[in-house]
């Protein structure tokens, strides 16, 4: 994947130099040694989530544009991303051209959001909608429940996130109280139907 967004890249930027992480350490620290102009990056990655590798180049670096690119689909991630302080949001299926584009853009000191994700976020911002439970979470909240609806048990999160168990059973109470919900199954109903995992 890293290899053909280079390339996609390359056709457009000629003069160009790219550097490439493998997970959210390597990121960061390439974000710290260097002076780059934008930064990719995905949500899904090994180590740390992308909202917290987003939340740490914002911290340290908070004009550097970050373009995330995602799997997930807009609804998931996208004015999570957006309210963090990145400078645009993708699906992995955009288009080259799109990509392109979407880069400009944020090096020219704009935002980009695609057609559909503006007419959500138009949605989103009207003062007599309410906004989505999900919405109500912590990054980190919102990660547990990823990860519970996603079929994982307490200690397996735990695990996965080297908290503990009491910690992640705190964030689940949390998650079901600010949501509404009653159990692990209301909790995973939601998020399928709302398309919060895969």
């Known amino acids: 994947m890293r290899h053909g967004l280079k390339q996609i890249l390359a056709d457009d930027f000629k003069r160009a130099t790219f550097g490439e992480a493998r997970n959210a350490q390597e990121a960061l620290d390439l974000v ?16 740390r989530s992308g909202l917290e590798v987003l939340r740490e180049i914002k911290k340290s670096k908070p004009k550097l544009p970050v373009l995330v690119l995602s799997m997930h689909p807009e609804n998931q991630f996208a004015v999570r991303v957006l309210k963090r302080g990145a400078s645009g949001y993708m699906t992995k299926e955009s288009a080259a051209a799109e990509l392109v584009g979407a880069i400009k853009k944020v ?6 959001v695609s057609n559909s994700l503006a007419e959500k976020l138009a949605t989103y911002l ?5 906004k989505p439970p999900q919405e109500l979470l912590s ?4 990660q547990v429940l990823r990860l519970i609806a996603s079929g994982k048990i307490v200690s397996e999160i ?16 949390r998650i079901l109280e600010k949501m509404g919900l ?6 995973m109903h939601y998020a399928m139907q709302h398309q919060l995992v895969e």
């Not at 009207?126 to 309410?130: K, L």
């Not at 990054?139 to 919102?142: G, V, Y």
């Not at 009653?182 to 909790?187: H, V, Y």
């Open 32 to 47: 710290w040694k260097e002076n780059w102009d934008v930064v990719i990056l995905d949500i899904t990655m090994p180590g």
């Open 107 to 112: 090096l020219a000191g704009g935002r980009y």
């Open 126 to 130: 009207a003062s007599d909608t309410q």
């Open 139 to 142: 990054d980190r909240e919102f």
């Open 158 to 173: 735990a695990r996965e996130l080297s908290l503990s168990v009491k910690t992640i059973s705190t964030y689940r109470t």
């Open 182 to 187: 009653r159990n692990n199954a209301e909790l």
